[in-house]
């Protein structure tokens, strides 16, 4: 698929079609790596990122764990 690069504000820019951005599953907002491999560019949807607030937020009574066995003590650990 052939782009062309164009002047955006003081930077350049190319479009992403549609049937692109619907394969990545990226859409307006979408954060990406922007990498030069080989004297090729390189972009790369990011993973979404959590912070510790959200994820301990979606933890309730139905999907925590019980408590885990590590085994006995074996050093200086004091339980």
């Given at each position: ?42 972009l ?9 607030k ?26």
């Amino acid at each position: 698929m052939k782009a062309t690069i164009q002047k955006w504000g003081n930077s350049l820019a190319v479009r992403i079609p549609k049937s692109i951005t619907k394969d990545l599953m990226v859409s307006e907002g979408s954060n990406i790596d922007i990498m030069i491999e080989d004297g090729n560019i390189i972009l790369s949807p990011r993973g979404k990122e959590y912070s510790l607030k959200v994820l301990l937020n979606n933890i309730t009574i139905e999907n925590i764990h019980s408590e885990i066995s590590t085994g006995d003590q074996t050093g200086g650990e004091i339980w």
